[in-house]
């Protein structure tokens, strides 16, 4: 009887199977900033914001869209337009599928007409999600388009922008995208219309260098990374260190490069106001202005 007391306990082995509780995915998601675990559906009323730190989760294209324009107002265009291989690398078929499936967009740029707070624009969404948003020439194409509708129909072009940079995988081709959009946004400047673009994190690269640093109003979101190559590559490169905070948007905004860094939960209104102030007789035309 008492050697019973002093007995230690038989363990139960407890298979995964059985212990692991139904829990659907994506209920919770950790911030990539200060690890805090959040509601799921908490984090999407927020706007995808942090509610310890602050800290921005990066937003997909359509959920973007769908908090930026007037509800239902959204009609998607060039959806059509699909990468080719022209290079023929052997995965690279297979990785637009995945982004496809992964974003439920064709490419990294989503675009389309759309209203913002009652005012008619033609819109363009880059997706981080799709290869990094890079750029290749389904992305070019579709910016020009975008551009070329804007002129056509006479009303104000606004871009998200998020991108890594030019798609590898499209070799030159990725590059020539840089001319063929500055190029289409000289029209737009010459058909005196309102360009607006707003930087979101990250980006850099080949889409930094042409359409996303060409609007007449640049907006960043706070704490973005706005540059044409890493901090990171440049120190290692160059052998220097870079000054604190080196291409957030703070400090581009601090150095002329932007013109404003709006919080997310305040873009909207921040983009009715600016389209309020550029429109004319109430007929959707935009003022160009230096």
Known sequence: MFKDLFRKPKYVTVHADTAKKDMPDGLWQKCPNCNEILYAKELEKGLKTCRKCGAYF?????????????????????????????????????????????????????TGE???????????????????????????????????????????????????????????ISLMQMAKTCGALARLHEAGLLYITVLTDPTTGGVM???????????????????????????????????????TAEFMLDHGFVDMVVPRADLRNTLIKL????????????????
């Open 114 to 172: 759309a209203a913002i707070g009652g005012h008619p624009v033609i819109i363009g969404v880059m997706d981080p999600n799709f290869i990094m948003g890079s750029m290749g020439s389904v992305v070019g194409e579709k910016v020009a388009r975008a551009v070329e509708r804007a002129i056509d129909k006479r009303i104000p072009l606004v871009l998200f922008t998020a991108s890594g940079g030019a798609r590898m995988q499209e070799g030159v």
């Open 275 to 290: 389209l309020d102030l550029h429109t004319t007789g109430g007929n959707g035309n935009a003022q160009h202005y230096a």
């Open 209 to 247: 260098a042409s359409f996303a640093s060409m609007g007449d109003i640049i907006i960043a979101e706070p704490g973005s990374l706005i540059g044409f190559t890493g901090p990171r590559v440049i120190e290692q490169t160059m052998k220097i260190r870079l000054p604190e905070g080196f291409q």
């Open 58 to 110: 990066r937003v997909g294209a359509r959920e973007r869209v769908r908090i930026t324009v007037d509800e239902g107002s959204f009609v998607e265009t060039d959806a059509g337009l699909l990468s080719t291989n022209p290079l023929g690398f052997e995965d690279y078929p297979d990785k637009v599928a995945r982004a496809q499936e992964a974003t439920r967009i064709n490419e990294a740029i989503l």
